[in-house]
């Protein structure tokens, strides 16, 4: 008997060093971000939220010759395009310019990724967006003021999932109620 608990701690050891390991590796592959609605565009589906992830951002002191640089999401409504776009952009403050140092696209059903070519050439601050992003960076103190909205922090995943929720159309009352009941879609007649 004194074996089999022994064995049977020994294993209880195992197991909890194995989902320990387990969950500080599924921690790196889904880092918790502070998710910020930067900027937003569009009606239905053709709406497009651009979140920035605060905790990617290059800390001022670090910055070197005024460059500073922020992951930002480009999460799309169209069921026809990608989930989202994420692009790190770096900004110089007193040039006020950007560019993209690299892009990624996350596919809407299998969540794959793959790389986007961007262009590493200096922008000037026409596109909506960019603008945003640059007064993200350079101008913390008025994100608020900027109507930049504090989202929570959270994985990527999640948040993805909370902004098109949210880009979703409206649900009929019936769709509400199976929701909150749990209830699975009825099947289509065919």
């Known amino acids: 008997m004194s074996e089999f608990l022994r064995l049977n701690k020994g294993v209880i050891t195992l197991t909890l060093l194995l989902t320990a390991s387990t969950s500080a590796i599924a921690d790196k592959a889904n880092p918790i971000g502070d998710w910020w609605s930067v900027f937003s565009t569009g009606t239905g589906k053709n709406n497009i939220v651009f979140v920035a992830d605060l905790t990617s951002m290059t800390p001022r002191s670090q910055a070197?010759?005024?460059?500073?640089?922020?992951?930002?999401?480009?999460v799309f409504a169209d069921p026809a395009k990608p989930l989202a776009d994420v692009y790190s952009v770096e900004v110089q403050c007193s040039k006020h310019r950007a560019r993209f140092l690299k892009g990624t696209s996350i596919e809407r059903t299998s969540n794959a990724r793959r790389d986007l070519k961007?262009?590493?050439?200096?922008?000037?601050?026409?596109?909506?967006?960019?603008?945003?992003?640059?007064?993200?960076?350079?101008?913390?103190?008025?994100?608020?003021?900027?109507?930049?909205?504090?989202?929570?922090?959270?994985?990527?995943?999640?948040?993805?999932?909370?902004?098109?929720?949210?880009?979703?159309?409206?649900?009929?009352?019936?769709?509400?109620?199976?929701?909150?009941?749990?209830?699975p879609p009825p099947a289509k007649a065919r």
């Open 118 to 183: 961007v262009s590493n050439e200096w922008h000037t601050l026409d596109d909506k967006a960019l603008l945003y992003t640059f007064a993200f960076v350079c101008n913390p103190q008025d994100r608020v003021f900027n109507g930049m909205l504090s989202l929570g922090k959270f994985d990527q995943m999640k948040m993805l999932g909370m902004i098109t929720e949210l880009q979703a159309p409206p649900k009929s009352p019936m769709e509400e109620l199976e929701q909150m009941l749990d209830n």
């Open 64 to 74: 070197a010759d005024g460059f500073q640089s922020v992951d930002v999401n480009q």
